[in-house]
């Protein structure tokens, strides 16, 4: 084969493999960077979904971003303004670019707008993609909605801005609350500070409350006091390892095995401390 | 101005409009004629209706659907497979308005007449087509819902603007200033889904070579010229996937040269003879 002069040719097998390397490389490059993104476009941990929503990550997946939740809620009868005649803002938004929340996907701020637990659940029975999932609110025994099942979160309480922890007598949550006595219910406890006077503190049950935020909206303090937080935020875990020994149940969980011996033996160890205390000098001649 | 050069345009533009104004009113009004988006309605409070795209991109994250949404899609596939097309992008998409709208201010502008060396494949929407679909995979979220200016845009009449309108006039100053057309016709992976869904349709455009006076108004306004490539030349129905029917070939054509037909696929199984 002679050389041309110029460039060297490229034979069409070696334009064919560079072909395949230039969209491969390209198509990584994009894909990546729309990746990046999308994992970034997830929302913010302490969003609160509408009731019957499957978890988070589940339901980013499911949500095809339609709006009939909130459309269902924002028109529902009982939201219609009897004065107007038209409805008023509803409890589900649809997220905005800016907000921390997945585009398009429907969320509440309870201190703005409350979820009011409509018997009929009707952001729940619309949903055509199964995100909110009407098996989460049907009474397994009656087959019918139960709005006690919703959970959308956990109402939390700082003791600290809680006017009723200061032995003022506040009781807007407990009273907004529609599960009142099972969700929110008033521990009385002496307020040593006067020595005649008695506090009502709020307390919330953790397995009553649905998150609605009803609370959180009558709350009387500047920022409120109580608030919800999606579940996984508010609450703690102890870890399987913890087991209540006074607890049958838990007890049951484990059954009768019997921990394995995780002493530590080194040289200081040798020496068991009773022996260490039941012999000799304390002062360690 | 004839009726005749602006029927498709006119008609368009009513069809986009009623379906912005009906969204948006069954939300504002609880009107039960169509709810929800263009990525999932309900019609007559019955019908379900699905993004056939968006549904796919779900799947690809592993999701389990409701039969709602799945039988949604079908519904949606089944006329634009059959009837429509590709005529999603042109009859109903509003995104068509903001690019259509940069297309003729180029023209206008004669932004058209200076050659720059910004070149992009027509192709490159079905690489992102698939991209979304391995990214969508890969995240957990269907990739191209959380840019599509579609939904962004659709979302915005029915729910209020936000800042992702910001996307919308990126697009616009894309489709002026950058690439012809570049949004729509090359970038959009629900544009190409359309084009692959619509392929074998039988609504199309049917050019009569004998009446042709090579004019090339048609080439001047279609947004997708390469499908047009018959004119002057054979008579025959402009075949190519990526025509979105919006007929605007037809309102510019004064010699009754291009024209809306059935397309038989009996005596011809490509479709492309009568």
């Known amino acids: 084969m002679e050389k041309k002069a110029g460039k060297p040719q490229i034979s069409e097998r070696r334009r064919f493999l560079t072909d395949i390397a230039y969209a491969g490389g390209l198509g990584i490059l994009g894909g990546l960077l729309w990746a990046g993104y999308t994992e970034k476009a997830k929302s913010s941990p302490l969003t609160l979904r509408p009731p019957a929503a499957l978890e988070e990550s589940e339901f980013l997946k499911t949500c095809i971003k339609c709006g009939l939740c909130a459309e269902a809620c924002r028109n529902r009868p009982a939201n219609i303004d009897r004065d107007t005649g038209r409805p008023r803002p509803g409890t589900l938004k649809m997220a905005k670019a800016q907000d921390d929340v997945t585009i398009g996907t429907p969320y509440f701020i309870p201190r703005e707008v409350p979820c009011y637990m409509c018997d009929d659940i009707p952001c729940v029975t619309i949903c055509p993609s199964g995100a909110l999932d009407v098996a989460k609110v049907t009474n397994p025994k009656t087959g019918e909605l139960d709005y006690k099942m919703m959970d959308m979160g956990l109402a939390v309480v700082d003791p600290n801005s809680c006017i009723a922890f200061w032995g003022l007598q506040c009781d807007a949550c407990y009273r907004a609350c529609p599960l009142m006595d099972e969700a929110i219910r008033l521990e009385y406890d002496q307020n040593k500070r006067t020595g005649k006077h008695a506090f009502l503190k709020p307390v919330v049950d953790m397995d009553a409350c649905t998150g609605c935020g009803l609370c959180e909206k009558a709350c009387v303090t500047e920022k409120p006091a109580i608030f919800v937080l999606p579940r996984e935020v508010a609450l703690g875990k102890a870890g399987d390892h913890y087991v209540k020994g006074w607890d049958k149940k838990d007890q049951e969980r484990v059954g009768n095995r019997v921990g394995k011996d995780v002493t530590t033996h080194d040289q200081r160890s040798e020496k068991a401390p009773q022996d260490y205390l039941n012999s000799g000098s304390l002062l360690g001649e | ?274």
């Open chain 2, 1 to 274: 101005m004839k009726w005749s050069n602006i029927k498709y345009l006119v008609l368009r533009r009513i069809v986009q409009l009623s379906l912005l104004a009906l969204y948006f009113m069954g939300n504002w009004y609880g009107w039960k004629v169509l709810q929800g988006d263009l990525s999932a309605s309900l019609l007559f409070g019955k019908v379900p209706l699905s993004d056939p795209f968006a549904i796919l991109q779900t799947l690809a994250t592993g999701a389990l659907l409701a039969t709602n949404a799945l039988v949604g899609a079908l519904i949606i596939m089944l006329f634009y497979g059959i009837i429509g097309g590709r005529a999603f992008c042109s009859w109903v998409c509003p995104v068509n308005m903001v690019t259509d709208l940069a297309a003729w201010l180029r023209r206008k502008l004669l932004i058209d007449r200076i050659e720059r060396k910004i070149w992009i494949s027509r192709n490159l929407r079905y690489y992102l087509l698939v991209i979304a679909l391995i990214v969508s995979a890969l995240t957990g979220l269907a990739a191209f819902e959380v840019i599509s200016p579609i939904t962004i845009l659709n979302r915005g009449v029915i729910f209020g603007f936000g800042a992702g309108a910001g996307l919308l006039v990126a697009i616009f100053l894309f489709d002026l200033f950058a690439v012809k057309n570049g949004w729509c016709g090359h970038l959009c992976p629900l544009g190409g889904f359309h084009s692959l869904v619509g392929k074998y349709n039988l609504f199309r455009v049917w050019h009569t070579s004998e009446n042709c006076t090579l004019c090339m108004k048609c080439k001047t306004v279609c947004p997708e010229v390469e499908v047009l490539k018959m004119i002057g030349k054979r008579s025959e129905f402009v075949v190519g996937k990526e025509c979105t029917n919006c007929g605007r070939c037809v309102d510019v054509c004064d010699d009754d040269a291009l024209g809306f037909d059935l397309r038989n696929f009996l005596s011809n199984p490509k479709g492309g003879n009568q």
